[in-house]
């Protein structure tokens, strides 16, 4: 290995650390003693410990680390399939007919770029009335409609990807459009459908803001859940519990990311391949 080499990997070593440190030390801070946390900066801990999973995992009536869980894995994935369910035919009139190419894509995009504090109040007021307060089927509902945006730009992407041949070729045969789509085109899609629904579940899953708002005991998600460990055990901030819950928190997005790395890198690659 040459020179240049070398230092083309001590610069990526060097900027990864720097960029997971956080991670890292969240890690680290989770297998370490209180005792530890308190006299050892460093990331390396004198004694390793797994009290404070156990500490997570400890089931009681208001920190139930598998109902948070539960909750968040319900409404992630209605917010991560519905989405693409509803995108999907849409996508394919906008980018095989045009239809709403001028208007409606622009505007539901634009939606997505709006903060999504305005729209707190309504949507609490309507949730009220409907009765979806509290709800995974309420949480998750507006999770797809957050995750709508993101899912249509993506399809509309993908399915313009495709030649235009294929679809004349069969509606030369006679094949009507729902067995088009459902035959030819989303077969062809399936890289950009996992992107959209890693991304989609993602983001439904680190969702913060209607999770507080919405839910209060029975839909309270992960994220909001997690912050309930914070003091467990009284006497102010337990850290090595707070960093045990996070990581237990974030480990399902992590871990659907590194599964699907491959089918994200062919739908990232599609257009850059073409011609």
Do not use: C
Not at 30 to 46: E, V
Not at 67 to 79: D, F, H, P, R
Request: no cysteine; charged share 10%.
């Amino acid at each position: 290995m040459n020179v240049p080499n070398i230092a083309r990997w001590v610069v990526f070593v060097v900027a990864a650390f720097a960029m997971n440190f956080p991670v890292i030390a969240t890690l680290v801070t989770a297998f370490k003693t209180p005792a530890d946390i308190a006299s050892n900066a460093s990331l390396i801990p004198t004694a390793v410990t797994f009290e404070n999973f156990k500490t997570v995992f400890t089931v009681s009536d208001r920190l139930n680390i598998w109902a948070y869980l539960w909750n968040s894995l319900s409404a992630s994935l209605i917010g991560a399939i519905l989405p693409i369910l509803l995108s999907l035919p849409l996508a394919y009139a906008i980018a095989r007919r045009d239809y709403g190419r001028a208007v409606l894509l622009p505007l539901v995009v634009n939606l997505r770029a709006m903060p999504l504090i305005i729209f707190a109040i309504p949507l609490y007021m309507m949730y009220q009335t409907l009765g979806l307060l509290d709800t995974r089927i309420g949480l998750g509902l507006i999770l797809a409609v957050v995750n709508l945006p993101l899912a249509l730009v993506l399809l509309v992407n993908a399915v313009a990807e495709i030649p235009r041949e294929i679809d004349e070729a069969a509606l030369m045969d006679g094949t009507r459009t729902k067995r088009i789509l459902s035959h030819l085109v989303l077969p062809l899609i399936r890289p950009a459908l996992a992107t959209t629904f890693v991304f989609g579940f993602m983001t439904a899953w680190n969702e913060f803001l209607f999770g507080l708002m919405l839910t209060t005991r029975a839909a309270v998600p992960v994220t909001v859940g997690a912050s309930f460990f914070f003091s467990a055990g009284g006497g102010g901030v337990q850290w090595g519990v707070a960093a045990a819950v996070i990581v237990v928190a974030s480990a399902p997005p992590v871990l659907l990311g590194l599964f699907m790395y491959r089918q994200i890198g062919r739908s990232m690659l599609a257009g850059a391949v073409k011609g």
